[in-house]
């Protein structure tokens, strides 16, 4: 499990440090512009990763076409929901918005991938949960009213409700699929996803924002490469709490990039988040009764 762990925590920081990118380039560059970038230079990685491990060509050669399809659909459309959460909000404020994502997986992954949750588990989400809440208060109990802050915080709650689905789906793309696989398909649809966006519009590009954009390429690409190695280690229902360490990422980014600095219910929000964390580190996995009569063996245990 350790391995996974650390996996996930290394996806995330990519994830948090991407996402302080696009924030940036969104006061100047369109969304679907930003899309294609990210997409397209994160196949380098991806096809970098395939060639270490001995895997190109083999690794484009699939027996889920359809699989990649519904994934790399559900893929781009919640790219382009946090994308868009990002361009109106701030990066903490985006990223706890995202966070309801592995909360929704929590459930999804029980019942269509059966896996099992510990009520120590389901608490440690909760906990995290209540730590977002926690950092969305002043947003939610006093809205200024700015449609673009509205835009925001509907398209980040978009984007967590299609992540929870991606994120099982990811799951049980594993049980056939390379981490490889999965993620150059992804990158290739969302790539065409994105160039499509021309025709609403695409702006010249400076040398300066033309380097941002294939940073957050190359960070999205490693990125998914370390979260699907994750996910086909641990599973999700037991990721799912190490997720809320992007909250610290985030937070940073406000601070030193943005100059925007944390109130004291976002200090709440990240305690409870650091101890959803600790639970989940903390917690055995579920035994099964010993009285029982042995129960047939659950996919991915």
């Known amino acids: ?21 696009v924030h940036q380039l969104s006061a100047t560059v369109p969304t679907g512009q930003i899309i294609f970038w990210r997409s397209a230079v994160a196949l380098i990685p991806v096809l970098i990763y395939m060639l270490i491990q001995g895997k190109f060509p083999a690794a484009l050669r699939t027996s889920r076409p359809w699989g990649h399809l519904v994934r790399g659909l559900f893929g781009c459309a919640s790219m382009t ?19 309801l994502g592995p909360l929704i997986s929590l459930p999804v992954a029980g019942v269509m991938l059966k896996e099992q949750i510990t009520r120590r588990i389901a608490m440690a989400a909760l906990i995290g949960f209540g730590g ?5 208060a002043g947003t939610l109990v006093h ?16 984007f967590a409700a299609t992540m929870g689905f991606v994120r ?3 799951r049980d ?7 490889a696989t999965i993620s150059l398909y992804f990158s290739v ?5 994105g160039a499509a966006s021309i025709y609403l519009g695409w702006v010249p590009l400076t040398n300066s924002t033309l380097g941002i954009l294939i940073f957050a390429g190359l960070l ?12 086909a280690r641990v599973p999700v229902s037991q990721l799912a709490p190490f997720d809320y360490t992007g909250m610290i990422w985030a937070l940073g980014f406000d601070v030193i990039l943005f100059g925007l600095l944390p109130d004291w219910m976002s200090l709440v929000g990240m305690a409870l988040i650091v101890g959803a964390g600790i639970v989940s580190i903390t917690t055995p996995k579920a035994q099964k009764p010993t009285a029982a009569p042995p129960a047939p063996r659950q996919p991915w245990h």
């Open 1 to 21: 499990m350790l391995n996974g762990v650390m996996l996930r925590l290394a996806s995330v920081g990519c994830f948090a440090s991407m996402s302080a990118t």
């Open 81 to 99: 929901m946090s994308f868009l959460s990002l361009a109106y909000l701030p990066v903490a404020n985006a990223t706890a918005l995202a966070f």
């Open 132 to 136: 977002v809440l926690a950092m969305l």
């Open 143 to 158: 809205p200024s009213g700015d449609p673009k802050q509205l835009i925001g915080i509907a398209a980040g709650l978009g």
């Open 168 to 170: 099982v789906q990811i």
């Open 173 to 179: 793309l594993t049980r056939t699929e390379s981490a």
């Open 189 to 193: 649809t969302c790539t065409i996803f």
């Open 220 to 231: 999205g690409g490693v990125g998914q490469i370390l979260a699907t190695e994750a996910a």
